[in-house]
């Protein structure tokens, strides 16, 4: 979608996609402007409670099912397991996705961590072509004037354009990027606190090869998981740069990390907004 800034101020229901790593401040943002009569769309929630809710489940009693004790009363229904998602809680999310090598570490195998890449992959594309129903329901059920849409830090890695041409078309695209400084920031975090990513299958498949053969090992089975994230996010960071790049030159506009640190309000973000579309 483009607009003018005339255009995007007269636009009564606004509608806007952020895109970004995770870490840049799209849920800050959109929490900011829930007080302002926005709906707030998490891909990352959607991808949870609708599209992996089973497989996250069925993960979870995988574990459980490993202590005696506790696998009794599950299977004699004395017990239940529910996922507990929430906007900023989504680590069942990303405990399903799991981390790459040592079983003994809880790493996973090579074929069952590139089976729920893949589950990932297309509940992400799901969660995101149901943005223009979300949309109609914010504003016919919830009664909500405006709509943001708190895209994952993977859309950009889907490589599915019926996404971006749907996001371009409903919403107004805002891809927020990083800072230098920030972006080492992100890596220092990842660095001490890896966590579950997603990556795509033909980048995981060369980069794999690269830290197999760095680190002298000969099976995934090898790998210290955390440590295979920590190498690898760098690696992936960069690569999502001119992805971004190019779904914001094609789709969209672009604001950066410390014009972002700077919003405070829903007015500040309009401004800002209105800026970007100016430049």
Not at 47 to 62: P, S, V
Not at 181 to 186: N, Y
Not at 187 to 194: F, G, L, Q, W, Y
Request: aromatic share 12%.
């Amino acid at each position: 979608m483009r607009l003018s800034s005339k255009e995007f101020r007269d636009w009564h229901n606004k509608s806007i996609t952020l895109l970004g790593m995770s870490g840049v401040g799209k849920t800050r943002l959109a929490n900011i402007l829930r007080a302002d009569n926005w709906f707030h769309y998490s891909g990352d929630y959607r991808i949870g409670t609708r599209y992996l809710d089973e497989a996250i489940l069925d993960n979870i009693k995988q574990q459980v099912m490993q202590v005696p004790f506790l696998r009794d009363l599950l299977r004699s229904d004395s017990i239940y397991i529910r996922n507990n998602i929430s906007f900023n809680n989504l680590n069942p999310v990303s405990s399903f996705l799991g981390k790459l090598g040592n079983p003994e570490k809880n790493g996973l195998g090579l074929q069952e961590f590139k089976r729920r890449q893949s589950l990932h992959r297309t509940a992400e594309i799901d969660a995101m072509l149901d943005v223009p129903e979300f949309i109609q329901k914010a504003h016919d059920i919830y009664g909500y004037r405006h709509f943001i849409n708190d895209a994952g830090g993977s859309v950009c890695e889907l490589d599915d354009e019926r996404v971006y041409e749907l996001l371009a078309e409903h919403t107004l695209i805002i891809y927020i990027q990083a800072s230098k400084k920030d972006e080492s920031a992100l890596i220092k975090r990842a660095s001490t606190a890896p966590k579950p990513l997603y990556y795509r299958d033909d980048f995981l498949d060369e980069q794999l090869a690269v830290y197999l053969q760095e680190k002298g090992l000969d099976y995934v089975a090898l790998i210290d998981p955390d440590d295979f994230v920590c190498w690898m996010f760098p690696r992936l960071f960069n690569s999502r740069i001119p992805r971004y790049e190019s779904i914001a030159e094609k789709y969209g506009y672009t604001i950066s990390t410390d014009e972002l640190a700077k919003i405070t309000s829903e007015d500040d973000f309009l401004a800002l907004i209105e800026k970007a579309l100016s430049r």
